[in-house]
């Protein structure tokens, strides 16, 4: 699979630029996440939300072809989004399904936020779990992140066998 360490720089030169006033792009294995920020700040919520709404539907054209394209360079699925304020909505996006082995006790706990109506089943749970922890380890993981970078570039310089 190519890397997509160059996703950003390749959607900012290909998006319009009257289409947004700055741009996320955020990748994984599976998908490539673009979320722009929509001009004027200052939308009430139902504002922003229609706002986002008519850019899904003006803009839907151009977002296919560009997320064509950006599919056949990277080999991932091209997931969009708009932000306007403190509104966001995602247009699309790949929900991936993941194996995983739990053992009981990790499967109680599952079963415990399902039987207390926090979530509906045991892969919601899993997913509500995850992003509490997502949420709460933010700085964690982004420094595990940059340290993994960093050990990219080290080897990408080591000596070449």
Sequence with gaps: MPSATDAADWFAGRLPSEWFDSVEVSTDREEILVIGTLADESATDAEAEGRISRFRSDTREQRIEIALEAESRYQRKV???????????????VSAP???????????????????G????????????????????????????????????????????
């Design 79 to 93: 997931s969009w989004g708009a932000r306007l304020g403190d509104t966001t909505a995602l247009f699309t996006h």
């Design 118 to 161: 926090v979530a509906r089943s045991r892969s919601d749970a899993l997913a509500w779990s995850v992003r509490l922890v997502g949420e709460h380890a933010d700085e964690w993981l982004g420094q595990l992140r940059d340290a993994m970078a960093e050990v990219d570039k080290l080897r990408g310089q080591g000596p070449a066998l």
């Design 98 to 116: 993941v194996m995983t082995r739990l053992r009981q006790p990790e499967r109680q706990v599952l079963d415990t936020l399902v039987d207390a």
